[in-house]
């Protein structure tokens, strides 16, 4: 059975390269096309239907890249799409979604001093909110106030403000913070599979059948595409903020979750500025560090957080506490891990809990069997610099306590 665990945690590995590589592939096709886009320039005797025109150099030679702004006169012979970069980016986020919270759902999805939620309940919420979220802001796209650009995203970012709130009071702030971003990568995704992609096919089955194209179904998609650029930056924070428990586990982390938002859309503005050709706004950069200075503020208030109570035991957890290795297993644990993983640390240095990792009491020890066992049964990777002097034979208890107790 300890197999398994062992298992779970390769695919784990496997599939968050998957991901980081896939979502390397679309975003920078997304940046190299917006600043493409952004930086055409018109000259006199463009060839019919040319908006703009660009010179590139790069790799040894030089790129003429022209811009029709509805579509050619006719089909060329050779057309590359860009799509499945943007696809198999969702499809390796939700594998490792699946993963990561709905399968190990009661260490990482539910913190039962939030809110106690069955797994089956969170892993509903959590399916749930992700479709929504794609409906609730494709209908406003669509809707009369779609027209309004600059007013549509004030609204965007107020949906966002809501669900921001909304996941830190069901989920763990680790994955209130890891959910914020799947709501949005599910929209900027969408938008591709949904509006961009088939509004392009059918420009492309206009032009096959020899009618002239709507320039509407351009515009549409550039709409989406505006929003899905300043999406990505937040995106890529959340993604990676579960490494770092100031940012999703502190009293104001949906606070800091809206203000991640804003820091997106001042740093791309500052780039969509540039690539234009439109000056160099540096007010943005004052206001992004302004920003990420108030984040670090909030994260400090209140001191210490307030409360939380002793919670309850899984049945998971129950297994692994009435094992009869437990007792051995939780006194290495408390005398070499416990100084650093405290709700207020001990050891020199270490101020706050790390990865909000507690293991202090025996339901915590208990919940955290299995990383226990990997980070310091299977591996060396804690006590870091075994700062804290484990022996090989406290290791050698703590692999058998989880290997029995998993097998039982
Ligand atoms: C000197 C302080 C210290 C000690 C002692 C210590 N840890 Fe850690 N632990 C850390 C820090 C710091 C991190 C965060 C590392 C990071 O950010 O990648 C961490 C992270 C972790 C994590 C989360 C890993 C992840 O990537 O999610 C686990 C689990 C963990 N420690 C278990 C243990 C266990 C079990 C012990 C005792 C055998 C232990 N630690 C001893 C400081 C310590």
Not at 77 to 85: P, S
Not at 123 to 134: E, F
Not at 161 to 183: D, K, N
Not at 310 to 315: D, K, R, Y
């Amino acid at each position: 059975m300890y197999e398994y665990a062992i298992a779970w945690e390769w695919l784990s590995f496997a599939a968050r390269w998957f991901h980081a590589i896939t979502a390397i592939a679309w975003i920078g096709s997304s940046f190299y096309f917006i600043a493409l886009d952004l930086g055409l320039t018109k000259r006199p005797n463009m060839p019919a239907g040319v908006y703009g025109e660009e010179w590139q150099v790069h790799g040894g030679g030089f790129y003429h890249v022209q811009k029709y702004l509805v579509a050619p006169a006719q089909m060329p012979e050779h057309l590359t799409w860009f799509k499945y970069e943007s696809y198999f980016t969702w499809i390796s986020g939700f594998l490792m979604l699946c993963i990561v919270y709905y399968g190990g759902a009661d260490l990482f999805l539910i913190d039962r001093t939030v809110m106690d939620l069955a797994p089956w309940q969170a892993i509903a919420m959590s399916l749930a909110s992700l479709s929504i979220g794609w409906i609730i802001y494709d209908l406003l796209c669509k809707s009369p106030l779609g027209k309004n650009t600059w007013g549509l995203m004030g609204l965007l970012f107020l949906v966002l403000i809501v669900m921001a709130w909304g996941y830190t009071q069901v989920f763990s702030g680790r994955a209130a913070f890891l959910h914020l971003g799947a709501f949005t990568a599910t929209i900027m995704s969408a938008n591709v599979f949904f509006i961009i992609i088939p509004n392009q096919k059918i420009v492309v089955a206009d032009l096959i059948a020899g009618r002239t194209p709507d320039p509407k179904y351009g515009a549409i998609a550039k709409q989406r595409s505006l929003h899905n650029n300043y999406l990505t930056l937040p995106v890529i924070f959340f993604m990676l903020s579960n490494h770092y428990p100031l940012a999703f586990a502190t009293h104001f982390n949906w606070v800091i979750a809206a203000l991640v938002f804003l820091m997106g859309v001042t740093i791309r503005h500052w780039f969509n500025t540039t690539h234009a050709r439109k000056g160099k706004p540096t007010w943005t950069w004052l206001v992004t560090v302004l920003l990420f200075i108030v984040i670090m503020w909030l994260s400090t208030v209140p001191k210490v957080l307030t409360g939380e109570t002793e919670t309850s035991m899984t049945p998971v957890a129950q297994k692994f506490a009435a094992n009869a290795h437990f007792g051995a297993a939780r006194d290495v644990v408390q005398a070499r891990c416990s100084m650093c993983h405290a709700a207020e640390p001990v050891y020199e240095g270490v101020n706050f809990t790390p990865k909000s990792v507690r293991l202090e009491t025996d339901a915590e020890i208990a919940a955290h069997a299995r990383e226990i066992y990997l980070q310091s049964g299977r591996s060396h990777a804690m006590p870091p610099g075994n700062v804290t002097a484990i022996s090989p034979e406290e290791r050698k208890l703590l692999v058998a306590w989880y290997e029995s107790a998993i097998s039982q």
